[in-house]
């Protein structure tokens, strides 16, 4: 019985070689190819030695570079499965230098494509924070050592790990070195990670060092800038930029933010200029979300019948059912049933039902 344990496990160890390298027949069949890999998966299922159940786990992520070539999602969703697992392995063995070692080579092996990156998404579920620490610094370490043909590849899996563990300090260090020239872009998204984080702090000083921000940057970067004012507490500072950023960039989302923190009467101006300037547009869902949100039942009904009720047939049909749930605890119920009248369920909504 143990040798051919033995056996089978040397036969994955040696597929799943085959299948990393590209060189398995299989590997040009996309059919016999996942097969194959839910073959690799039941004979993995059937050791009992955990050790090496997670040495082939590893080695099974190991081989998503196949994600890149393959159609069906089928196989994302089977890596999926896969990181799954071997976190759920991972998070009862005791060895933890061995996972290490083991998420070390992930790592270093990284293709780029997300069949192991929720190994690193997930590190806080099985490593001890100093091991995942002195883990990161180790590959952080062999980045600046050797020249890695897939580098960026790497830095993303530190930046996961980071995530994970919301180590601001690693995340910025990990994306410097992808981007030593500090760049707009870069520095705003050190800058949102401190922020969600809520390290203020280093949001401040990464914000500071932006300089003449630009079209989507500058967008970021307002929109950052307004987070960073709520935390602090500094509400008309908030409210100037939030003005600011809904002028330069008129999208529903930042109307939305503004009309949370203006005062009623600054809100229906808003919503009022903006419906006013609706002719000859297709009807908009958020727009019809805000309007709901702030109880702003008189608008609503104007903006339909400015709008023309029958547009409501070319907005999706979920969305449209959860806002006249929205409506009916509000008590709005004949403004409820009006769009429902307009609700086009798709085909295959309809098939669900019977």
């Known amino acids: ?50 050790k090496i159940k997670l040495e082939l786990l590893a080695r099974f992520l190991n081989t998503d570079a196949v994600l890149a070539e393959c159609e069906s999602d089928d196989f ?33 092996r990284h293709t780029g494509e997300d069949g192991r990156s929720a190994v690193f998404l997930m590190l806080e579920n099985f490593l001890p924070e100093a091991t995942s620490t002195a883990l990161m610094e180790e590959i952080l370490e062999a980045v600046q050592v050797h020249a890695l043909d897939n580098y960026e590849y790497v830095i993303e899996a530190v930046c996961d790990m980071a995530d994970s563990l919301q180590k601001g300090d690693v995340y910025e260090r990990a994306r410097l070195l992808q981007d030593p020239d500090r760049s707009n872009a870069t520095l705003l998204d050190v800058a949102n990670f401190y922020m969600t984080a809520r390290d203020l ?73 903006y419906i006013k300037l609706q002719s000859g547009s297709s009807i908009s869902l958020g727009f019809l979300q805000i309007l709901v949100a702030f109880n702003e039942f008189v608008r609503l009904e104007l903006y339909l019948e400015k709008m023309g009720e029958e547009q409501l047939t070319t907005l999706s049909a979920d969305a449209l059912t959860h806002l006249t749930q929205e409506l009916e605890e509000k008590g709005q119920i004949e403004l409820s049933n009006r769009i429902k009248e307009w609700i086009v369920e798709e085909p295959e909504d309809l098939r669900e039902k019977f």
């Open 1 to 50: 019985m143990e040798k051919l344990s033995m056996k089978a496990e040397d036969l994955v160890r040696k597929t799943l070689c085959d299948i990393r390298e590209g060189r398995h027949p299989f590997c040009t069949h996309e059919e016999r190819l996942f097969e194959l890999l839910e073959k690799q998966v039941d004979l993995i299922d059937g050791i009992e030695d955990k």
């Open 201 to 273: 702090k280093s949001t401040n000083r990464l914000l500071r060092e932006i300089k003449s921000p630009q079209g989507e940057d500058l967008e970021d970067y307002l929109d950052l800038k307004i987070a960073l004012l709520e935390a602090e507490g500094k509400k008309s500072e908030m409210v100037l930029l939030a003005e600011e950023l809904y002028e330069r960039f008129p999208k529903e989302m930042h109307l939305a933010k503004l009309c949370s923190i203006v005062e009623t009467n600054r809100r229906q101006v808003l919503l009022d200029r």
């Open 76 to 108: 994302a969703d089977l890596y999926a499965d896969m990181a799954a697992y071997f976190v759920e392995e991972a998070e009862t063995f005791e060895d933890k230098e061995y996972l290490s070692a083991l998420v070390h080579d992930l790592a270093l």
